[in-house]
């Protein structure tokens, strides 16, 4: 590669370096030994376009001259409710106006994604579902962590919580003796087919049974329409609701000890 001068910085001779060979301003400065702001006066004098901050992060992360802040790095679930409780505050404070913002921004992100850049992005997407099949829901992990914040002490996702029953629950309130299930659609519609769907009922049927016969109040939460700000409020307005009727049930009026919410 022949040394550029920063005295006579030609657009042709910028392109080349900047954008074919993908080098960044840091990496051009060091191979002539200068600074990486006359690098960039010289390049804006002849027009040169550069890299959004995005497509810059991008590339100093992939070519090694920067490290990724988090990579690497375990946080403890209780940082980790901490960072989703504010996310969710931060969307749920969101103005409308805002929101179209980043969802345009989103959108011209994607349009200006390659075919092979969205192929990945998709297979990435695929590996989420499947991780989500067995770590919890996004509607899980809402209401899991609501009822941290309310002050439940809760066990989530516990085999075994019968005896030597190999029974997965969702979310266990040991103080209440609470057992909560959170249903997707494919619980009561035949999105695999009708087959697979009684096969479901018959299981969620005979979990219900067993919890209920060791004494187990169920609260069965379904999720029946696409996952929404509203949603989420309404169906956690009752789970409030229900689980202070739990409450009350050891001193008051009895209730069914199953209760069906998000209908």
């Known amino acids: 590669m022949s040394k550029l001068s920063t005295k006579l910085f030609t657009l042709k001779e910028f392109n080349e370096l900047y ?3 993908n080098l960044s301003l840091q990496q051009i400065a060091r191979e002539y030994g200068t600074y990486t702001n006359k690098v960039r006066r010289e390049a804006i004098k002849f027009g040169a376009k550069f890299r959004d901050k995005a497509m810059a992060q991008k590339n100093a992360l ?3 001259v920067r490290e990724h802040p988090t990579k690497g790095k375990k946080r403890s679930e209780k940082v980790k409710i901490k960072i989703s409780e504010s996310l969710s505050e931060s969307w749920e404070n969101m103005s409308q106006e805002e929101y ?3 969802s345009k921004l989103a959108q011209d992100q994607w349009n200006k994604m390659t075919y092979e850049e ?42 075994h919580i019968i005896g030597n029953e190999k029974m997965h629950v969702d979310i266990v309130i040991p103080e209440l003796k609470a057992a909560i299930e959170i249903d997707g659609p494919s619980h009561f519609e035949p999105i695999w087919g009708d087959k697979k769907l009684k096969k479901s009922r018959n299981a969620d049927n005979r979990k219900d049974g067993l919890l209920l016969g060791a004494g187990f109040f169920v609260v069965r939460i379904l999720q029946q329409k696409e996952l929404t700000q509203k949603l989420v409020r309404d169906i956690l307005i009752q789970l409030e609701e229900a689980l202070g009727k ?7 009026k009895k209730i069914d000890r199953k209760i069906v919410i998000g209908v």
Do not use: P
């Open 62 to 64: 992939a070519t090694g």
């Open 118 to 159: 969205r192929q990945d992005l998709r297979q990435k997407a695929n590996a989420g579902i499947r991780k989500a099949s067995k770590e919890g829901s996004k509607l899980e992990k809402l209401i899991l962590q609501w009822l941290i914040k309310e002050g439940y002490k809760t066990v989530f996702h516990r085999e």
């Open 19 to 21: 954008h074919e060979q």
């Open 246 to 252: 739990i409450k009350n049930s050891k001193t008051k």
């Open 100 to 102: 179209d913002r980043r």
